[in-house]
């Protein structure tokens, strides 16, 4: 054995479409393929099965505490840093311009009103677990009157062929009876939905991504 050794897979005599059809690598440039082989899977895959576990331990900082309660209680909270003058959204901790530490005093409630600067349709992947079947919009929404962008949002009750850059859009927030269901997973904040005010016409829209 040595390293740059040329080694070809040797098959399983049974084959179902998985990698563990390939029993194990030896020596040399041909696939090893026994006697009593009966060819590959009938049928293409298109879903495997595995086992898969990962761990994470992420601390909750303050402010990601308190933009969680806004949430719950209707609101999109941001932080203003006192240095750089910048907002920013999701209890972030620091000002990543100027490590500034952002605290409660610098916290204000931001507009509920923007406009889509960018989106994507995505066609979902299936795979287990995937509660998503037809194609469905994510956008970037610019906050009215603050430099803010808020990403990866879901547009709701809007034709995927209708969406386009400078839509006029406001926020919706879970009901009652969503938050006594437990519907909600991250905040109240469903998503956007047309609110019928005229397109924002600005070229420089496409450009405000973050």
């Given at each position: 054995m040595a390293t740059g050794m040329r080694v070809a897979p040797r098959w399983r005599p049974e084959r179902r479409g998985h990698i563990t059809?390939?029993?194990?690598?030896?020596p040399g440039e041909e696939p090893v393929t026994p006697a009593d082989d009966g060819g590959p899977a009938a049928e293409p895959v298109e879903m495997m099965d595995y086992r898969a576990s990962i761990t994470y331990h992420t601390?909750?900082?303050?402010?990601?505490?308190?933009?969680?309660?806004?949430?719950d209680e209707g609101r999109l909270l941001g932080l203003r840093c006192s240095q750089c003058?910048?907002?920013?959204?999701?209890?972030?901790?620091?000002?990543?311009?100027?490590?500034?530490?952002?605290?409660?005093?610098?916290?204000?409630?931001?507009?509920?009103?923007?406009?889509?600067?960018?989106?994507?349709?995505?066609?979902?992947?299936?795979?287990?677990?995937?509660?998503?079947?037809?194609?469905?919009?994510?956008?970037?929404?610019?906050?009215?009157?603050?430099d803010v962008v808020v990403q990866y949002q879901d547009l709701i009750e809007c034709p995927n062929d209708q969406i386009r850059v400078g839509m006029r859009v406001a926020a919706v927030w879970a009901s009652d009876a969503e938050k006594a269901d437990n519907l909600m997973v991250d905040g109240n904040l469903i998503g956007w939905i047309p609110n019928g005010e005229p397109d924002r016409t600005d070229p420089d829209l496409v450009n405000r991504i973050i």
């Open positions: 059809d390939i029993e194990a690598f030896v601390p909750v900082t303050t402010n990601q505490t308190r933009s969680q309660v806004a949430s003058g910048r907002i920013y959204t999701g209890g972030r901790a620091f000002c990543p311009i100027d490590a500034t530490e952002l605290a409660p005093a610098d916290e204000l409630d931001l507009p509920q009103v923007g406009t889509v600067t960018n989106y994507t349709i995505i066609t979902p992947v299936q795979y287990p677990g995937q509660t998503e079947t037809e194609p469905f919009p994510r956008v970037n929404v610019l906050l009215d009157g603050v």
